[in-house]
């Protein structure tokens, strides 16, 4: 089993792969949408695309709760933007 990737390599591997598809992603920044403001990790405000890697490293469970997630998704449904979404417990790695 290989290790799981930390917040900061989570997201950097994140960041390349978005920007490597011609996403200007900005790291970091503060998300204030649908009632929802948090510490996104990668977001490109012109294409309404982004990414929040969820750890308890960052205490991002505490920043962002389960009704600001939720809203976020039926933004998601509508069309209104897409946010990539990965939570530490689901064990990824880089090499997966």
């Excluded at 997201?11 to 970091?28: E, P, Q, S, T, W």
């Excluded at 990668?42 to 009704?67: C, K, N, P, Q």
């Excluded at 809203?71 to 998601?76: N, P, S, V």
Aim: proline letters at 1%.
């Amino acid at each position: 089993m290989r290790d799981p990737l930390s917040e900061a390599d989570g997201c950097d591997l994140l960041a390349r792969v978005f920007r490597a598809r011609g996403y200007a992603i900005k790291r970091n920044i503060t998300f204030d949408e649908q009632g929802v403001r948090f510490r996104i990790d990668g977001w490109d405000a012109r294409a309404r695309v982004g990414f929040e890697f969820l750890s308890s490293e960052a205490h991002d469970h505490d920043e962002l709760t389960l009704g600001e997630f939720k809203r976020l998704m039926a933004a998601q449904q509508r069309g209104e933007l897409a946010i990539f979404v990965v939570d530490e417990s689901e064990q990824l790695s880089q090499g997966d």
